[in-house]
């Protein structure tokens, strides 16, 4: 396996890797994927082995157009008012396939719906184009574990398991992509992301609603609640720091107190990060999994998060945050 910068030469090699039914690291602007031939049934079956993903999780299709999306899935007037509003970009949609669709089975597990998204990364997009096919590409982690939003996260996870790793940096979302269901009576969101409903609601002239959070019966069979998770426990709103705990700071530092006496910015060194400490959800979202994966390895007795604003994209955040502190 290899990591290699991003060269016109680089991306040409990564696309004949996904013809003959390789695996490559692909970057796009939410977090990185782990990309395969979507036509390609034996391609999608390693994808399921390299992550020990259950294959009853259906996968995300990676398309350059809106064009393109409407060779496999149904467009709707929703989803074609949602395409061109937020395509390319971090928003996936759940449509019905097309009659004689060529994706296969296993991508969309077997359901008669499935997951498309044209991502806003000009490296996604060229390779995307230079393959020449659809490419099924979940998050490039281990199932359960959280999201890569680096080259360095993808080689750590899944090191040995992919035949080549696109380096381009860090993902500017880092969030997964909100999930627009629209195969049903009405739109709603099975996992938020960077395009809020609100936003959504706005273009589709409807009330567009975030699915009830019933960890049981999941809409979305990847939303388990229980995920995304660091293997340090994760305690949510904290308004002190315990002894032996690391703090994930949100906004200034003023007001946070060690529990034994003392200030959080004295923290030691590997014990303190701050998702943005001038209060910045964007830039929150962006460094999330890679501060957790930093404290996750500070040997700590678990890691004190600040509340954060449930609002934009901090609702993301938040749902991210609580499958994490999910044990
Ligand atoms: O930002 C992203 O969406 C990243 C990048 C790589 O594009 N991909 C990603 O994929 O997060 P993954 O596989 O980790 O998450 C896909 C989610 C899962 O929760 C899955 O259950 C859901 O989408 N999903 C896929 N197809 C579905 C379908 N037909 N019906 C309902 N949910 C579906
Ligand atoms: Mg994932």
Request: proline share 6%.
């Amino acid at each position: 396996m290899a990591i290699k910068a991003v060269s016109p030469k680089t991306i040409e090699e990564a696309a004949q890797i996904l013809r003959d039914g390789g695996l490559v690291g692909m970057p796009t602007e939410t977090v990185y994927g782990l990309a395969a031939n979507a036509l390609n049934g034996e391609a999608v079956a390693k994808v399921f082995e390299a992550k020990g993903r259950p294959a009853i999780n259906p996968l995300i299709v990676h398309v350059y157009s809106i064009d393109e999306a409407a060779k496999y899935v149904e467009l709707n007037d929703f989803a074609r008012a949602a395409a061109h509003k937020f395509w390319p970009g971090p928003l996936t949609m759940i449509l019905p396939k097309v009659q004689g669709c060529k994706v296969s089975d296993l991508a969309s597990a077997g359901l008669d719906t499935l997951a498309v998204r044209v991502p806003a990364h000009k490296v996604a997009l060229s390779l995307l184009k230079g393959a020449a096919v659809p490419l099924a590409a979940p998050s490039a982690n281990k199932s359960g574990s959280l999201s890569p939003t680096s080259p360095a996260h993808v080689h750590d996870s899944l090191g040995g398991k992919v035949d080549m790793i696109l380096a381009a940096g860090a993902s500017s979302v880092g969030l997964e992509s909100t999930v627009l269901d629209l195969s049903g009576e009405e739109p709603v969101v099975l996992r938020p992301g960077g395009v809020t409903a609100e936003d959504l609601s706005e273009v589709l002239g409807v009330e567009v609603r975030y699915a009830d959070g019933d960890a049981d019966k999941p809409k979305s069979p990847g939303l388990l609640l229980k995920h995304y998770a660091p293997n340090t426990k994760v305690r949510l709103n904290a308004v002190d720091v315990d002894e032996g705990e690391a703090l994930l700071a949100f906004g200034s530092l003023k007001f946070m107190g060690l529990k034994q006496g003392g200030f959080a910015k004295d923290l030691p060194e590997g014990r303190l990060c701050n998702l943005s400490d001038r209060g910045d959800l964007h830039e929150a979202a962006a460094n999330l999994f890679a501060m957790l994966k930093e404290l996750d390895k500070s040997n700590a007795k678990a890691i004190a998060v600040m509340s954060i604003p449930d609002e934009g994209i901090g609702r993301a955040i938040n749902d991210r945050l609580r499958r994490a502190a999910e044990s």
